[in-house]
Antibody, heavy 121, light 108 residues
Framework: EVQLVESGGSLVQPGRSLRLSCAASGFSIADHAMHWVRQVPGKGLEWVSGITWNGDSTGYADSVKGRFTVSRDNGKNSLYLQMNSLRVEDTALYYC??????????????WGLGTTVTVSS | DIQMTQSPSYVSASVGDRVTITCRASQGLSTWLAWYQQKPGKAPKLLIYSASRLRSGVPSRFSGSGSGTDFTLTISSLQPDDFAIYYCQQSHSFPALTFGGGTKVEIK
């Protein structure tokens, strides 16, 4: 079964760091670009970051640029999001998602269930 | 940055109705546009990519059209399972992308 499972979300104080992980099973992430998307309950989707199949191109939303870093380990079939200098407004459910393409982004066809990040003092 | 504006933000419709949702981009996207459906408590589901390509397994009552700055998602005959929130997403600005604000389709 094709599956993505996120982990690492927790309650953290403003200014601290957190690392999210996304473990894939049933397929090889090496064939796909990958993304992080977040959603505040009751609000819309916000793309956070994306990375091409080989990691040579990454992109970030302006709201996280310079604070978040996406990475991948194709050998471990896993995607990561290093989140530094966290702010209250980073509080959301964070989804990991697979793109149907390996390089250019076409659309996200497999999603995890998400992991919750809460930034609060 | 490319801004994506969906309209309407809310539509009330009956089973069997034809529903059209519009997505307008602040600059040309060619056909770098996807559509998603999201139900409460669930992750989004990809419906359409490349503006008009139906993802395998998605019912044929869903269709997408458009290029450049104006795009539409059409549900030809609304079914009970279609009541959800729909989002457009552009990927022309690779390696970045953005979602539209969403359109909620509710039962009349």
């Amino acid at each position: 079964e094709v599956q993505l499972v996120e982990s690492g979300g927790s309650l953290v104080q403003p200014g601290r760091s957190l690392r999210l992980s996304c473990a894939a099973s049933g397929f090889s992430i090496a064939d796909h670009a990958m993304h992080w998307v977040r959603q505040v309950p009751g609000k819309g989707l916000e793309w956070v970051s994306g990375i091409t199949w080989n990691g040579d191109s990454t992109g970030y939303a302006d709201s996280v640029k310079g604070r978040f870093t996406v990475s991948r380990d194709n050998g471990k079939n896993s995607l990561y999001l290093q989140m530094n200098s966290l702010r209250v407004e980073d509080t959301a459910l964070y989804y990991c998602a697979r793109d149907i393409n390996g390089y250019k982004y076409f659309g996200m066809d497999v999603w995890g269930l998400g992991t919750t990040v809460t930034v609060s003092s | 940055d490319i801004q994506m504006t969906q309209s309407p933000s809310y539509v009330s419709a009956s089973v069997g109705d034809r529903v059209t949702i519009t997505c307008r981009a602040s600059q040309g996207l060619s056909t770098w546009l996807a559509w998603y459906q999201q139900k409460p408590g669930k992750a989004p589901k990809l419906l359409i990519y490349s503006a008009s390509r139906l993802r395998s397994g998605v019912p044929s009552r869903f269709s997408g059209s458009g290029s450049g700055t104006d795009f539409t998602l059409t549900i030809s005959s609304l079914q009970p399972d279609d009541f959800a929130i729909y989002y457009c997403q552009q990927s022309h600005s690779f390696p970045a992308l953005t979602f539209g604000g969403g359109t909620k389709v509710e039962i009349k």
